[in-house]
């Protein structure tokens, strides 16, 4: 079992910047790709950025490349989202996910993911 649990988020002015962080525990949770996804309301759950578990390969969706960046300290069983140019549409509930997969195309969407936390809200006030 592995639990995640989000932090981090908040009120932002567009153009400013968050940074989440997720902090992971349970058995072998270092071997697992870790990324995040979030939910507007009235939207469906979207990917947003991915690492794997030794954090040499990332993904990221189109709509953040460029603004966010992910990367993991596995000392410390943490996942971060460094969340730059934020804008508008940014504003959803930000879910940090876990699994064995570290498949691009296994992180395009949220279902079936292994482990979810239960999320953090961002709003960006433009």
């Known amino acids: 079992q592995v639990q995640l649990v989000e932090s981090g988020g908040g009120l932002v002015q567009a153009g400013g910047s968050l940074r989440l962080s997720c902090a992971a525990s349970g058995r072998l949770v270092s071997s697992y790709a870790m990324g995040w996804f979030r939910q507007a309301p009235g939207k469906e759950r979207e990917f947003v950025a991915a690492?794997?578990?030794?954090?040499?390969?990332?993904y990221y969706a189109d709509s953040v490349k460029g603004r966010f960046t992910i990367s993991r300290d596995n000392a410390k069983n943490t996942v971060y989202l460094q969340m730059n140019s934020l804008k508008f549409e940014d504003t959803a509930v930000y879910y940090c996910a876990a699994d064995s997969s570290e498949s691009k195309s296994r992180w395009s969407s949220s279902w079936g993911m292994g482990y979810w936390g239960k999320g953090t809200l961002i709003i960006v006030s433009s």
């Open positions: 690492i794997s578990w030794s954090g040499s390969s990332t």
